[in-house]
C-alpha cells in the first residue's frame, strides 16, 4: 500500500543508484557557487568513503542517530532516515547495501509551496536490519549511546563523527564566524556524546536551544581540527584560506591605528615647538642662537605635520640633530615661561 501524500518507488537498484547519481551531479553543477558552507562540508563528507566494515558501521551510526527513527506500520517495524540532502541519501543507502545488501526503499516526498525542498527518505525493514546487525550493536543504536568501536579505534570515531556531522550537524560561513555544532534531541544523549568528544582533541561545548541540544565549538582552530578529523580536507583549504585574508585584513588595520596613532603624537609634540618658537621670536631670542637652531625652527614652522625623520631630509642632517635642536628650544621657552609666572608671583 502507498502512503499518502508522498511519492513512492522502488526502483532496481541499479536504476536506483544512477538515479541518485544524476540528481546529486547537477545538483552540484548548477548550485557550487551559492551553497553556504555547511552544505559545502556536507557534500565533501558523503564523497568519503571509509574502507574497513567497521568503519562504515561507525558513520551509520551517526546518520541513524541523528536522523533516524524507528517506525511501526502495516508492513512492520522499519528503519528510516529522512534528509534534504542529496548526498546524504546516497550515502546512507550506499552503507547499508554495502553493510549487508539490505534492501532499501527511497522514498522522495514532492516539493511544495511551502517547502522548496525535497525530502528523502531511506526505509529498511527492521527485520533485515537485526539480521545484519548482531544485538549488541542494535541495542546501542536505539538506546543511543557511543558505540564501543568508535570509542576504541581513531578511524572509527571519526567516522562516527562525519555521520553525526551528516545528520545533524552545520558549520557557519568562516568568512562571517567561526562556529560549527551537531544538533541532537535527547539531553541524556547529547552529554553521552559531549563526553566521548571530550576524549578527543576537541571541547565542545553545550547549550539547549529550541527544545535541543547543542553540542558546538566556536573557534578557527577546533573547526580547522574537526573538518580535519571527518576528512572535509578541501572545505578546510577554503577556511585556512578565509583564515589568511581575514588575519591579513586584521594586520593591516593594526598598522593604519598605530600610524594615526604616531601622526597624533607627532602634531601634538609640533604644536608645543611652534609655541616655544614663536615665544622666541616674540622675545627677540631666536636670531641670537646659532644658524643651524634657526633653520630647524623654520623647516619646523613651514612643516607643521612632519615627522624628525622628514625635517632631518629636508635640512640633510641627522634626526638626532634636529631632536636635539627642538628640545634646546622648548627648553628656553620653558625657562622664560616659568621666569614670567615668577614674575608674576612676586609683584601680587
Ligand atoms: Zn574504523
Redesign the pocket.
Known amino acids: 500500500m502507498k502512503p499518502n501524500k508522498i511519492s513512492s518507488y522502488s526502483l532496481p537498484r541499479a536504476g536506483f543508484f544512477s538515479a541518485l547519481e544524476n540528481l546529486n551531479s547537477r545538483k552540484d553543477v548548477v548550485e557550487i557557487s551559492e551553497l553556504n558552507f555547511s552544505q559545502r562540508v556536507r557534500n565533501e563528507l558523503a564523497r568519503v568513503k571509509?574502507t574497513?566494515p567497521?568503519?562504515k558501521w561507525?558513520e551509520l551510526f551517526g546518520l541513524i542517530q541523528t536522523i533516524g527513527t524507528l517506525n511501526i506500520s502495516t508492513r512492520g517495524p522499519s528503519l528510516e532516515i529522512k534528509t534534504e540532502n542529496a548526498a546524504v541519501a546516497r550515502k546512507a543507502v550506499t552503507l547499508f547495501k554495502e553493510l549487508g545488501q539490505m534492501d532499501s526503499e527511497l522514498i522522495v516526498e514532492k516539493e511544495t509551496k511551502l517547502k522548496k525542498r525535497k525530502l528523502y527518505r531511506i526505509r529498511v525493514s527492521a527485520e533485515d536490519f537485526s539480521r545484519i546487525f548482531p544485538e549488541s550493536i542494535h541495542s546501542n543504536i536505539l538506546d543511543k549511546d557511543v558505540p564501543t568501536f568508535a570509542e576504541d579505534?581513531e578511524?572509527?570515531r571519526r567516522?562516527y563523527l562525519r555521520g553525526l556531522f551528516l545528520g545533524s550537524g552545520s558549520v557557519q560561513n568562516p568568512e562571517k564566524t567561526y562556529h560549527l555544532e551537531i544538533r541532537i534531541a535527547e539531553k541524556r544523549f547529547a552529554e553521552r556524546l559531549k563526553e566521548f568528544l571530550d576524549g578527543t582533541d576537541l571541547k565542545f561545548g553545550v547549550v539547549e536551544r529550541r527544545n535541543e541540544f547543542v553540542l558546538y565549538i566556536k573557534d578557527s582552530d577546533s573547526v580547522a581540527t574537526f573538518l580535519t578529523m571527518v576528512g572535509a580536507h578541501s572545505s578546510l583549504l577554503h577556511l585556512e584560506n578565509i583564515r589568511i585574508i581575514k588575519d591579513m585584513k586584521n594586520n593591516i588595520n593594526r598598522m593604519v591605528n598605530c600610524e594615526d596613532a604616531n601622526i597624533e603624537k607627532t602634531i601634538t609634540a609640533s604644536v608645543k615647538q611652534v609655541q616655544a618658537i614663536d615665544l622666541l621670536e616674540e622675545r627677540g631670542m631666536l636670531k641670537t642662537l646659532p644658524k643651524s637652531f634657526q633653520e630647524v625652527a623654520r623647516v619646523r614652522k613651514e612643516n607643521f605635520d612632519a615627522s624628525y625623520t622628514k625635517i632631518a631630509e629636508i635640512l640633510e642632517i641627522s634626526k638626532s640633530a634636529v631632536s636635539y635642536r627642538l628640545k634646546k628650544i622648548e627648553d628656553m621657552a620653558e625657562k622664560i615661561a616659568k621666569d614670567r609666572r615668577k614674575d608674576q608671583e612676586d609683584e601680587e
Open positions: 571509509p574497513h567497521s568503519c561507525a579505534q578511524c572509527c567516522s
